[in-house]
């Protein structure tokens, strides 16, 4: 199913674009006065953590309902 893959392509991307965010707020928060943990860099993370879990569950779901299937690559060769 096309639209399947664009939803998990986009996952994805959201993930690396949290990951990414995160750490833009990890470095730009590292200054001597400043707070070891800046409230941004645990947001984002927060929503990398959720956005991966809730694209665990739609996998998982989705297999269950059959939308998606395994490829069928066996096992052992």
């Known amino acids: 199913m096309p639209s399947m893959r664009i939803l998990v392509v986009l996952a994805f991307a959201g993930i ?11 470095l730009r928060g590292t200054r001597a006065g400043d707070r070891p943990v800046n409230p941004n860099m645990a947001r ?11 694209l665990f569950l739609f996998i998982l779901l ?5 939308w998606i299937r395994p490829t069928g690559i066996p096992i052992s060769a």
Not at 16 to 25: D, I, K, M, T
Not at 45 to 53: F, H, K, N, P, T
Not at 62 to 66: Q, T
């Open 16 to 26: 690396v674009f949290a990951l990414a965010s995160a750490g833009f707020f990890m």
């Open 62 to 66: 989705s297999y269950k309902l059959g």
């Open 44 to 54: 984002a993370l927060a929503w990398r953590v959720g956005i991966s879990i809730a």
